[in-house]
DNA sequence: ATGACACGGCTTCCGTGA
């Protein structure tokens, strides 16, 4: 089973690309970041013709999440983060897909820090933590899959030094990311590739792909359950340099789940 | 310290992203 995740920056906008992706490389599962679409303008008849079908929780502008499953509708199983039933940011959507719980989430950015769109991302977080960990207690073979606005390492930056007061590499952010891991989480991409330098995020400034000035932000975190079952992971890092792309990457994990129950 | 690029929308600029 593939697991995909990709923050497409428009759904409306990155469609085509989208669309050449999934044609290209036909991920069973593909968790969608950042759609900018109101509920009523997600393409689902496009999704639905490249032989998906989809769950999507969309909002005007910003943020919206989607999850797309190849031949099946994913059951889903919640949408929206638990923890603040007055957050009304479209960031969580959690589904179903032959036997694996798959949650598809969009941390917020916090930028600038400090201020109170940092206090909304660490608040985020522990929700976050919180949920994370009674999936862990329930014994659900479970993949956290997303862009979660957090580069856990040095390594995942290109410059770190020039990132230590950014919303994406304070100390704090950091140590929320490796308090969640501690839970038991298996961080795939990392995992497969240890020592690698390895981005899913390019600036659209500067010529940042071209230099290779990237971050590691986009992530899939499996259970411990599920981490004997991981085979391969990658990020499909040519997408980015096409037309019209996304200032992300698709990033992708391979899971071997033959003979489980 | 600033701004570069791209997105959606009440579009001819603004707020936001990372």
């Excluded at 769950?55 to 923890?83: C, D, F, M, Y």
């Excluded at 040095?154 to 990132?163: A, H």
Aim: contains cysteine; negative net charge.
């Amino acid at each position: 089973m593939r697991i995909a995740t990709f923050n497409v920056n428009g759904i409306t906008s990155r469609l085509p690309a989208l669309l050449q992706w999934l044609d290209e490389t036909g991920p069973d599962v593909v968790c969608l970041q950042e759609l900018k679409a109101p509920q009523e303008k997600f393409p689902e008849p496009a999704i639905n013709a490249a032989g998906y079908q989809a769950i999507w929780h969309g909002q005007k502008s910003w943020n919206g999440v989607a999850i797309l499953a190849r031949g099946q509708l994913p059951i889903e199983t919640g949408r929206g983060l638990p923890g603040d039933p007055d957050d009304a940011q479209s960031r969580y959507i959690e589904a179903v897909v032959d036997g694996v719980l798959v949650a598809g989430l969009y941390l917020p950015n916090g930028n600038p820090a400090p201020g109170p769109k940092f206090d909304y991302k660490l608040k985020w977080f522990e929700r976050l933590i919180t949920h994370a960990a009674e999936l862990i207690d329930s014994g659900a073979d479970t993949v956290l899959a997303g862009d979660f606005n957090v580069m856990p390492t040095e390594l995942d930056v290109y410059k770190p030094e020039r990132w230590v007061d950014d919303a994406l590499f304070r100390p704090e952010v950091r140590a929320a990311f490796h308090r969640l891991l501690a839970q038991g989480w298996c961080d795939a991409l990392r995992t497969m590739h240890p020592d690698e330098t390895i981005y899913t995020f390019w600036d659209y400034f500067r010529n940042a792909y071209g230099r290779n000035a990237g971050l590691r932000i986009d992530h899939l975190l499996l259970s411990p359950g599920l981490a004997p079952a991981l085979k391969a992971a990658e990020v499909d890092r040519d997408v980015r340099g096409r037309e019209k792309p996304s200032d992300h990457a698709p990033v992708w994990i391979e899971l071997d789940l033959e003979g489980r129950p």
